[in-house]
């Protein structure tokens, strides 16, 4: 079982096993123990929205009894909430598969992380190393080379009368 706190401080607690397997199945479409696990780790690794929709299946017992609508509990989902979310469901499924597997899918969970960091490394450094002033020279003269074949300005042309 795993536990996370969404951003209005309630606690809920995660756990996968088959029947909130079905319940998430019966609810959004996803399969969390089907033969693609592998596959369904890095989606909802990068796809938020399924992960809520597949935790909100998870505890919808618990938001009843505690009397949250699916919106309120939706609306209290961002920023840390959202990865602790995801950390969550992503732990309980590594835990529910034994042996090989689960450590098969914790490795694969451990590379897409790998992944994530370091494109979001090379992201930051591509925007670090950006020319402010060059991307601003090079698009004003576009801007002079492009869309006036007639090399009078826009100001000019318009305010010509014709024939």
Not at 4 to 13: I, L, S, V
Not at 133 to 139: E, F, G, L, Q, T
Request: hydrophobic share 45%; net charge negative.
């Amino acid at each position: 079982m795993q536990v996370f706190e969404d951003g209005a401080g309630r606690k809920w607690e995660v756990v996968v096993n088959i029947a909130t397997a079905k319940r998430v199945l019966d609810v959004c479409g996803i399969d969390l123990v089907g033969a693609e696990a592998g596959a369904l780790v890095q989606e909802l690794y990068v796809t938020p929205i399924k992960v809520a929709g597949a935790v909100y299946a998870i505890i919808k017992p618990q938001l009843d009894e505690q009397g949250v609508a699916e919106e309120a509990f939706c609306e209290s989902l961002a920023g840390d909430a959202v990865d602790e979310m995801t950390k969550a469901l992503l732990a309980e499924l590594v835990a529910f598969f034994p042996g090989r597997r689960g450590r098969l899918l914790k490795k694969a969970l451990d590379k897409v992380g790998v992944v994530m960091e370091k494109g979001l490394n090379v992201a930051e450094t591509e925007i670090d190393n950006v020319d402010v002033d060059k991307v601003i020279r090079d698009a004003v003269a576009k801007t002079r080379t492009s869309g006036n074949s007639s090399g009078k300005s826009p100001d000019e042309s318009e305010s010509t009368p014709g024939p």
